[in-house]
C-alpha cells in the first residue's frame, strides 16, 4: 500500500467533513500522496449515499456534522457495507465520542491535527483491517475498558478455539497488524486472517477494534499487565 509521493495509490478513500476548507485541505494531502478520493460528502447523510454510490475502502469521518452525525452515519455504514472501513477523524477530545465510535463499528479513531506520515500509516493499516487508534487514544481505551460499568449479562457467542483465543489475547496486549499475529503465532498472515474471520463471526462484531473492546469488558482473556509507574 505504500507509494512514494506522486505515484499512484490502490486506496480509496471517501472524505466525510462539514467544513469545505478541511476538505480541499485533505484532498490535496491524499492525493500528493497517490491515494484516490472517491467523492466528499458534506454531512453524514451523504457519506452513507456516497459509501453505497462509490464502495471506497476507507471512509474518513467527522462526527460533527448536520442532518445525520458522523456517529449515526458509521452505523448505517458499517452495517451495510461492512467491508469499508471507517476512520473517525475528528477534533473532538471527548473520550465518550472515543468509546461510541467504537461501538458504532469505527475501525479507527484518529485526531484532526495528527500528523501527515502518522496519519497515511494508520490508513494504510485499516485497509489491511487493523485497528487506526495512536498509542494516546489505545491508552484511554485499554484504561476505561479494564475497569468497565456493569452490564445487563450477554448472549454467549460462539466458543472460540483455543488458537483463536491465543489470537484475541494479542490483540488486547497490542499485537494488531496481521504480519505480528503471524510472527508472535509462528503461521502465515492468510492463517491469521482466517482465523480473524472466525473471531469476528462468532463474536458477532465487525472490526478488531470491537473484538478488543468486547474481549476486555467481557472478560475473555486476561487484561494485560498495567505499565509501571
Do not use: W
Not at 484532526?112 to 487493523?130: P, Q
Not at 476505561?144 to 448472549?155: I, N, Q, S, Y
Not at 457467542?157 to 497490542?174: C, K, N, S, Y
Amino acid at each position: 500500500m505504500r507509494c512514494p509521493q506522486g505515484r499512484k495509490s490502490s486506496m480509496r478513500v471517501l472524505i466525510a467533513d462539514d467544513h469545505a476548507l478541511f476538505r480541499d485541505g485533505l484532498r490535496s494531502l491524499l492525493e500528493a500522496r497517490g491515494i484516490e478520493v472517491v467523492a466528499e460528502a458534506r454531512n453524514g447523510q451523504e457519506a452513507v449515499e456516497l459509501a453505497r454510490l462509490h464502495r471506497p475502502d476507507i471512509v474518513l469521518m467527522d462526527l460533527s456534522m448536520p442532518e445525520l452525525n458522523g456517529l449515526g452515519a458509521t452505523r448505517l455504514i458499517t452495517a451495510e457495507l461492512p467491508h469499508i472501513a471507517v476512520v473517525v477523524l475528528t477534533a473532538s477530545e471527548e473520550d465518550t465520542d472515543l468509546f461510541e465510535a467504537v461501538k458504532s463499528g469505527a475501525q479507527g479513531f484518529l485526531p484532526k491535527d495528527i500528523e501527515a506520515a502518522r496519519l497515511f500509516e494508520m490508513l494504510e493499516g485499516a485497509a489491511r483491517g487493523e485497528p487506526a487508534l495512536t498509542p494516546a487514544l489505545a491508552r484511554k481505551v485499554l484504561s476505561a475498558l479494564a475497569h468497565p460499568e456493569p452490564e445487563p449479562r450477554v448472549r454467549q457467542p460462539d466458543a472460540l478455539t483455543d488458537r483463536e483465543r491465543e489470537v484475541l489475547e494479542l490483540l488486547v496486549r497490542g499485537v494488531t497488524s496481521n504480519r505480528e499475529l503471524a510472527e508472535h503465532l509462528f503461521v502465515s498472515e492468510n492463517t491469521i486472517k482466517y482465523h480473524l474471520r472466525n473471531i469476528l463471526d462468532k463474536l458477532h462484531l465487525q472490526n478488531r477494534a470491537q473484538v478488543i473492546a468486547y474481549a476486555m469488558r467481557h472478560g475473555l482473556v486476561n487484561l494485560p499487565d498495567a505499565p509501571a509507574g
